[in-house]
């Protein structure tokens, strides 16, 4: 496992081949998973499948230039 890189990132178990829908709105009841309440506004949920088990550290601040991953981008050094 490693540390998260922003104080805002959300650590989350993925499964290997599990599909993932991860919300970018902030308003999901399930969040950091998509629950559609996206529906109506300009956001959409970044759908990923996990390549392997693995801790992850999903971004946040929408800054990520990889997303939904955590990779430094947006947070204060
Ligand atoms: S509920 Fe937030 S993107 Fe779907």
Redesign the pocket.
């Known amino acids: 496992m490693s540390a998260a890189k922003c104080a805002d990132a959300v650590q989350v178990q993925l499964l290997s081949g599990v599909k993932y829908a991860f919300?970018?709105?902030?308003?999901?009841a399930k969040y950091p998973c998509?629950?559609?309440?996206?529906r109506g506004t300009e956001?959409?949920?970044v759908k990923f499948v996990a390549e392997q088990d693995e801790q992850a550290w999903l971004c946040v601040c929408k800054k990520s230039k990889s997303p939904p991953r955590c990779d430094g981008t947006g947070c204060p050094s």
């Open positions: 919300c970018t709105c902030g308003g999901s998509c629950d559609g309440t996206h956001f959409r949920p």
